[in-house]
């Protein structure tokens, strides 16, 4: 009785701790809607993972550290790698003529320039370090854009700096060999090195980036040089034919070479925040294109002449060929150090990049917030550069012991990439619609053809790339499937997520000759 007198029964008093709950549950959903609504400029703090406190810091979001000149020398950097000395080759194999060869890396940059401009689009309205990971989560949620951040995090940004290291390692074994592990230990000392100056600062990366891009496209013009005016030359006129006509799957096959050449130019979009000039990277993408379609056709203008199309196709070191053919030896040497220069450059640039996707993923997925984190000071995410470096020494170490494996999961990014590039190009129309009034500081020329001949291209070099890439693409539908895992471990739903790893690392096995053997025997 006295009991009572002192307050209503259990059965009467009001469910505290589910009120409770409900109200920290619908805090922290307004609280994300009002995190992608918000301007980059205003977002909120960290969105914590359920269970912790919310941050009450300053908000970690990147500032405006970059100038336009910072953004062209970062693009440039990254697209221009040892791809330049080595793909033109396939390029030639794939293609029926020297005409149908320049017409093939033409054609390469202005669907680049047509891609860009819808990146343009999107970065202008939507200046996010997330940066096409953003896109994807604006237009069709956080599930489908947490799977592609996993996929940037796994294998396409952390795959593509270690095929960069091993690359970076062959030619400087040929300088200076550090024994039978060498391109394994300077393909991890490069990484480290560049994740070390990244934790600097973005003033160091970029400085950093700015000579290495320097150098590379000097590089680049004394191969032009030596290909037009020191190698007698040794091809027949342009437009001779020197080979069967091409057919369609061989032009396809080589166009997926030509545009895997250019790739690297949508990363742009995890700067957009940090450019000083509202309209800056803009000019940043038309510019850094602009100057690689025309190195790239200078390049492949000068091979020709200085090789011919026959011998260019067959080549396996074209830059070293035409270069000994210039000034013997000494040119093989020069041109090594021309290639470690490039791939260090590549390394640096995407290093810059990737680690804002990481960012991105921490600051929005629920259990990867201690990604989230950026030093304002040092103008770095700090964790997120940190991961990524973990990941690429331990795709190093899987590097060093299966090449053929590493291989099978660099083949992996050309169809993933690809499909995510196909659902960028239609998340123009869908943002078009869904915020017709949303200020948009740039708007895509010649709306929607333009957008659809992005689209268009993407769906058909998707398909290029998965007759091309066959076990490539089962080790990418696995890295996925395991993606769904961390994704449902998020959303409290341990027995999926512990299904999906599961069925992933099997999946994943059957793309990896070495690993089926290890796991079966």
């Known amino acids: 009785m006295a009991l009572h007198a002192q307050g209503p029964s259990v059965a009467e008093r009001p469910p505290r701790f589910g009120v409770l709950a409900e109200r920290k549950t619908r805090a922290r959903r307004d609280e994300i809607e009002a995190f992608f609504a918000a301007p980059v400029d205003t977002m909120p703090p960290t969105i914590a993972s359920p269970g912790a406190s919310v941050s009450r810091a300053p908000p970690t979001t990147p500032a405006a550290t970059l100038t336009t000149r910072d953004a062209i020398g970062i693009i440039v950097g990254i697209v221009i790698g040892a791809g330049v000395f080595t793909l033109p080759a396939f390029v030639a194999r794939s293609a029926g003529g020297e005409a149908l060869v320049l017409g093939l890396w033409l054609a390469g940059g202005l669907l680049s320039v047509v891609g860009a401009l819808c990146y343009a689009e999107l970065a202008t309205t939507y200046p996010n370090a997330g940066g096409d990971y953003f896109f994807v989560q604006r237009a069709y949620g956080p599930n489908v854009a947490f799977i592609y951040a996993w996929a940037r995090v796994a294998v396409i940004t952390t795959g593509s700096i270690t095929f960069l290291g091993f690359t970076f390692g062959d030619y400087m074994s ?86 895997f050449a250019y790739g690297g130019w949508s990363e742009a979009a995890y700067i957009s925040a940090e450019i000083k000039a509202p309209r800056g990277i803009l000019s940043a993408l038309l510019t850094a294109l602009t100057v690689i379609t025309a190195l790239y056709l200078l390049f492949n203008l000068a091979c020709i002449r200085g090789l011919s199309l026959p011998v260019m196709a067959n080549s396996t070191t074209l830059a070293a060929d035409l270069l000994e053919r210039a000034w013997g030896t000494p040119g093989v040497v020069l041109v090594s150090a021309i290639v470690a220069v490039s791939t260090l450059s590549s390394i640096n640039a995407t290093v810059i990049v990737g680690a804002r996707s990481n960012f991105a993923l921490g600051r929005d997925a629920p259990g990867f917030g201690w990604l989230g984190r950026w030093d304002r000071a040092k103008g770095t995410p700090t964790t997120g550069l940190i991961l990524q470096g973990v990941v690429s020494l331990a795709l190093v170490a899987l590097g060093s012991a299966t090449r053929q494996g590493l291989q099978t999961m660099i083949d992996f990014t050309a169809p993933v990439f690809w499909f995510f590039f196909l659902l960028i190009g239609v998340s123009v129309f869908i943002l078009r619609i869904r915020e017709p009034a949303r200020k948009r500081p740039f708007r895509v020329p010649l709306y929607p053809i333009t957008p659809l001949v992005f689209c268009v291209t993407s769906a058909y070099l998707l398909y290029a790339s998965l007759t091309y890439v066959k076990t490539g693409a089962i080790v990418g539908v696995g890295v996925i499937v395991f993606g769904l895992g961390p994704l449902a471990w998020g959303r409290r739903r341990k027995r999926l997520a512990l299904l999906c790893a599961l069925l992933g690392l099997a999946v994943i096995a059957l793309g990896f000759p070495e690993l089926r053997s290890l796991l079966w025997g």
């Open 174 to 259: 040929r300088l200076l060999p550090l024994g039978a592990a060498s391109s394994g230990l300077y393909a991890a000392l490069s990484i480290a090195a560049f994740t070390l100056v990244n934790l600097f600062g973005i003033r160091e990366a970029k400085n950093a980036q700015n000579l290495l891009t320097s150098l590379e496209v000097l590089g680049v013009l004394a191969v032009i040089v030596a290909g037009f005016w020191f190698v007698p030359a040794a091809a027949p006129a342009l437009g001779e034919p020197s080979s069967a006509p091409a057919g369609t799957n061989a032009i396809g096959l080589a166009m997926v070479f030509v545009l």
